[in-house]
Each structure stands twice: as structure tokens, then as C-alpha cells.
């Protein structure tokens, strides 16, 4: 046997063996950032989940995304789930295994919260369910969340994310988009402010709607977020596009964010800004 | 008596305060909002919410930059259409939440660069005059140090305007007046001296409300003198303001 056999032998021995070990490590033990490709032991991502390298934040469900922020949350419209106005196929089946996933009616969560003492009412949209889109009984959830805050006088901080409209749901999708609009004029009419938190992915008509009507709009950092979603840019023009086009970073350079905060960091600027938001008024003492 | 030359160079003295640390000095909890949701984020301006003691407000400032980059970045405090832009949009989000604005002004005008005119410099500023006047809330102006031109007073169309005593306010920078008087930048002086530019004679002309010894930031009564303002203006009916607001630049 010559040398270089003895090499092949070996080298093939050994892909195998690493195939082997591969197999037996199990899901979710080893994490590749999407990003930067950066890969770690899951640890290393620590309790919020975000990227030892680069700080991307990890898509996680909504209640997981609550523990991060507060203890104290009063759930609202629990009941709220969506009717498949379309009699759409196999919609229903989809729909049970997003709501097994996330511990949710649909993909939104909803409440009034106390963030460092101070009352908000906070929603959180799950990249999880049906990755996020908006349908009826979220949209619902949403609009009702804008409605209570203008009638019991309080701020909204809402975390967005989502693939964009519910392709499910047809035309009841896109109506949502004015329905939580509406909502969302109201309570600016009602001189309450709205934070919006830009997670991973924001796109779509929810970009095109409530993610970018608010007074402060903050980012996660490397959180996409566009319109149009890339494949269909690329196969309508026929051009391939940077990986980093649509993220919150180039939106910031772009005018379009106010600060890119860090998941860590998210509490205490909250809490920084409702302070001053629910400051008392001039003239009032 | 200090002449105009004087009020000039100690106007633009690098010993005046930067932006950013009066606004650390005068405010609590600032958050800077970034961004003008159109195109960009010019660094020339600074805009965000906090509070003035217990209360809350909009603050808007013009920023020098205290390195060489800060300044090249800022253009020496020189906003670009999207500075405005993003003033115009921070100072709206003040009127619909009900916070009073403060501007800090320290600028020697809009920028002078072509981009900033093919993105419409001029627009961008008349847009500004235009809606600063409808705005509901109270607003307050404090010039600390130069203050030149329609770069100047697309922040300072305010229910009142106060300056520094070492600070200037003119229709343009002396070397501006002087190259298109005379067509010689280098007659800044004899520029400055015709312009009357100085915090006395302005207030002599009611063209603006009040002088304030820079002794007042460090001892702190600046602050004190803010809050009381802000006060005695949030309690006066809104319709009455913007009579006045409208009557102090209707005698001119």
C-alpha cells in the first residue's frame, strides 16, 4: 500500500468517524449565527440568546422574549384565534402546530406589563407562528392592544416581528394593516407615545404598517428588516443582492432607526425612556 | 463695552460649551433619536427627549463636533437638509406628546454644499419656519454662541429666544456679509461691527427676550430659569401663545 492510499484510508475513516460524532450530537447543542456563520456552543449565547460574535439576536418565541424583559405581565384577549376565513387547505392543521410551538392563540402577545415599576402596555409578535405573519385574530390582538392603552392613558411598546402578511388569510391579511393603522392614530391622538422594537425578521406589510409608525423606533442588532423580501427582489430585477441589505443597520445609517440597542441592554433603555415619557406634564402642579 | 469683534471671537471660542455636555449639564435621562425617516442622519444635529427636573421635554441642538472628524462630519455645525428634516420630525413628535422644545443653537448657517442643495436646503428650512410656527407646544431657543443666517432661525422660531452674553445672532457670518458686500472675506471685522450682531442691540430691537451671563450654566440658575419659563408658558392658553409667537416676528 502506498503512502497516499494510506492517506485516502485514513482521511476517509476519519470523515466518516466525524459524521458519526455528528450524528450524535444532538439539535440545538451547536448554534451557527445566520449572520456572521460564527459557530459556538449554545451556552455561549446566553440567556438572551444572541450571538457571541456579532450580536445578532436569535429569533425566540414571545413568551421567551417577555422573560427578558419583565416579571410582571397581565395577558390580554387570550381568547382571540383566527376563523381561516378563506377555508383554506390545511391551513387549520398549520395553524394547531404553530399554536402547540409557542403557547399561543396566534402570533402575538399581549398585556399590560410593568417595566421598572412603570405600567405599558407591551405586545410581542412570535417569529415562530407561521413566522410571524399577520393575520386576523394578531391583528386583532394588536389593534385591541393600541385601543385599551388610548383608553387607560398609557404608552405601548410593541416588539415586531414578522415574515409580513398572512398569504392564509388573503385580503383579511392586508386589512389588518389599516385596521391596526387606525388604532395606532388614536392613541397618537390621544398624545400617548408608541416605542416600536425592531426584531428579526420585520418585514412585509408590517413593515409597510405599524413597525414604522411609531414615535422611537428601536433595532435589534442585524434584525432584518425590509419590504420587499430579497428572493423576489432578485428574481424580479436579476441581480443578486448583498446578504446585509435589508438590516437594521443600513436603516439606521438610512434615517429610518433611532438606536440599534443591544437585547441585554432593551430593559434599561425602556426603562429610560418611560420615565421620561410618563414624566409629569408642565403647568400640571 | 465689548465690541462686535469681540462678542465674535468669544462667540466662537473653543472654550464654549459643546452641545453634548450642555445638554448633559441642563437635562436628565436625554435619549438621542436618530435619523430623519427619509435619507439620513446628520450628525450637525442632535434631537431627543428628556427631562428638564421633573418634567419632560424635546431637545434640539445644532452639534461643532469637538475632533477634527466630529467637525468634519458635522461641517463645523452646519446642518444638511436631513438635519432639518430630522429636527422638523422630533419637534413634531414633542407637539403631539405635549413636551415643550428646547433649542440649542450654535451654527454658523446651513451648509453651503451642493448636495445639500440638490436635496433642497432652502425647502427644508422654509418647511421648518413654516411648521415651528403652528407648533402647540411650547418652544424656547438659547443660542450659545453663533447663530447665522436661515440655518439658524429654522430652530429658532420660538415663544422665546435667549442668548448667551458671549453669543452672536445675524442675518449671516461676517465673512459671508463682507465677501458679498465687498467682495473680500477678509473684512470679517469691519463686517461684524455694521452688522450688529451683539446680544445688547438685539435686545434693544425686541429680537430677542433675554440676555443670559454664561455664569448661569455653571451655577446652575440656567436650569432654573428654563424651568420657570417653561412653566409660566405651559400655563398660558395655547392659542394666546402662538398669538404672541406670531406678533413678536409680525413687527419686524
Known sequence: MSFSDHVKRFSSRSVSMLKQYEAQVPNGIWMICPRCKASFYYKKAGQYRVCPECGYGFRVSAHRRLKMITKHFDEWDTDIATEDPLDFPDYDRKIKKAQSATHLKDGVLTGLAQIDGQSVALGIMDPLFIMGSLGTANGERITRLFERATAQGLPVVLLTASGGARMQEGIYSLMQMAKISQAVNDHRDAHLAYIAVIMDPTTGGVTASFASQADITLAEPKALLGFTGKRVIEQTINKQLPDDFQSAENSFKRGFIDEIVPRDQLGNRLSQLLRILTAQKWGDD | ?252
Not at chain 2, 82 to 101: E, H, S, W
Not at chain 2, 128 to 139: G, S, Y
Not at chain 2, 140 to 158: R, Y
Open chain 2, 1 to 252: 463695552m465689548a465690541t462686535a469683534t469681540d462678542i465674535v471671537t468669544a462667540a466662537r471660542s473653543d472654550q464654549k460649551a459643546n452641545s453634548y455636555e450642555l445638554i448633559e449639564t441642563l437635562f436628565e435621562d436625554f435619549f438621542e433619536m436618530h435619523g430623519d425617516q427619509t435619507d439620513g442622519d446628520d450628525a450637525a444635529i442632535i434631537a431627543g427627549l428628556a427631562r428638564l427636573g421633573e418634567h419632560p421635554v424635546a431637545v434640539i441642538a445644532t452639534q461643532k463636533g469637538i475632533t477634527l472628524e466630529e467637525r468634519m462630519a458635522s461641517h463645523f455645525g452646519s446642518p444638511e437638509p436631513a438635519g432639518y428634516r430630522k429636527a422638523l420630525r422630533v419637534m413634531k413628535t414633542a407637539d403631539q406628546l405635549n413636551f415643550p422644545i428646547i433649542t440649542l443653537i450654535n451654527t454658523p448657517g446651513a451648509y453651503p454644499g451642493a448636495d445639500a442643495e440638490a436635496a433642497g436646503q432652502g425647502q427644508m428650512i422654509a418647511k421648518n419656519i413654516a411648521e415651528m410656527l403652528k407648533l402647540r407646544v411650547p418652544i424656547l431657543t438659547l443660542i450659545i454662541g453663533e447663530a447665522g443666517s436661515g440655518g439658524a432661525l429654522a430652530l429658532a422660531c420660538s415663544d422665546q429666544i435667549w442668548m448667551f452674553e458671549n453669543s452672536m445672532y445675524s442675518i449671516l457670518s461676517p465673512e459671508g456679509f463682507a465677501s458679498i458686500m465687498w467682495k473680500d472675506a477678509h473684512l470679517a471685522d469691519k463686517a461684524a461691527d455694521l452688522m450688529r450682531l451683539t446680544p445688547e442691540w438685539l435686545l434693544k430691537q425686541h429680537a430677542i427676550h433675554r440676555i443670559i451671563p454664561e455664569v448661569m450654566l455653571s451655577d446652575g440658575s440656567l436650569k432654573t430659569a428654563l424651568e420657570t419659563e417653561l412653566t409660566a408658558l405651559a400655563k398660558q392658553d395655547v392659542n394666546q401663545r402662538l398669538a404672541q409667537r406670531a406678533a413678536f416676528f409680525r413687527k419686524f
